[in-house]
């Protein structure tokens, strides 16, 4: 069985999904970090959807990504939230 490389091309529209704690900021804290990253993003593709149980959120927005530097800061600055318990 062969395994095959995924290049992605830059840039691109690039959907990252965000889980943590429901709590009242999350959503805030979150898209304000979106916005110093990829400023300009769609706000009409932000998803937010609760768990089932209502504990956790999670807040899916596509960006236009501009290479990996962009991403790995964005994951980064998303974690050093505290706030922010998986980034997809």
């Known amino acids: 069985m ?6 992605i091309e ?6 990252i999904k965000v ?8 959503q805030s804290v979150v ?4 916005e110093l990253h990829a400023p ?3 706000a009409e593709t932000i998803q937010v959807k609760a768990s089932s149980g209502g504990s ?3 807040i899916t927005v596509t ?5 990996p ?9 998303l974690m050093a939230t505290g706030l922010v318990s998986m980034v997809l």
């Not at 530097?69 to 600055?77: P, V, Y």
């Open 56 to 58: 956790f959120t999670s």
């Open 69 to 77: 530097e962009q991403l790995s800061a964005l994951h980064g600055a």
């Open 10 to 15: 830059f840039p691109c529209d690039y959907p």
């Open 2 to 7: 062969s395994q095959e490389s995924v290049t």
């Open 40 to 42: 300009g993003f769609d």
């Open 31 to 34: 898209l304000a970090v979106f």
């Open 19 to 26: 889980l943590g704690r429901a709590r009242e900021d999350f």
């Open 63 to 67: 960006i236009v990504a501009t290479g």
